[in-house]
C-alpha cells in the first residue's frame, strides 16, 4: 500500500501549485482521501476532503475559495489544486486514505498516510 505525494515547491505569494496524491495496492475507489497539513511547530490539520462520490469537505476554513479537491479514479489519484497561496499556508502536505463513503474528521479514521511534500510560500 502506498500513498505518494507530489508537486510540492517554492512559490511566491499569490501564486498557484498543484498537488498530487497516487495511490496504489488498495481499491481507490472505495476510500475517502484527505489532505492534511502540518506547519512547523503547529498541530497538524486536515485541509480538504473528497469523498467516494467525489463531494468534498473543507476542514480549513482558511482555504476556502482557494484550495480546490478532485480525483481521477482511472489514475488512483487525488489532486490538490492551491491558488492564492499565503505564506500561512506553507507546510508539510500529507494525504491519507480512509474506507469510509464520506469525509470522517477524526485522524485515527485514516488507513494509510503518504509521507508528504513540503510547500513553502514566500512573503
Known amino acids: 500500500v502506498q500513498l505518494v505525494e507530489s508537486g510540492g515547491g517554492l512559490v511566491q505569494a499569490g501564486g498557484s501549485l498543484r498537488l498530487s496524491c497516487a495511490a496504489s495496492?488498495?481499491?481507490?475507489?472505495?476510500?475517502?482521501i484527505t489532505w492534511f497539513r502540518q506547519a512547523p511547530g503547529k498541530e497538524r490539520e486536515g485541509v480538504i476532503c473528497i469523498s467516494r462520490s467525489r463531494g468534498s469537505t473543507y476542514y480549513a476554513d482558511s482555504v476556502k475559495g482557494r484550495f480546490t479537491i478532485s480525483r481521477d479514479n482511472a489514475k488512483n489519484t487525488v489532486y490538490l489544486q492551491m491558488n492564492r497561496l499565503k505564506p500561512e499556508d506553507t507546510a508539510d502536505y500529507h494525504c491519507?486514505?480512509?474506507?469510509?463513503?464520506?469525509?470522517?474528521?477524526?485522524?485515527?479514521?485514516?488507513?494509510?498516510w503518504g509521507q508528504g511534500t513540503q510547500v513553502t510560500v514566500s512573503s
Open positions: 491519507a486514505a480512509a474506507f469510509f463513503n464520506r469525509c470522517p474528521p477524526r485522524q485515527w479514521s485514516y488507513n494509510y
Open positions: 495496492g488498495f481499491t481507490f475507489d472505495d476510500y475517502a
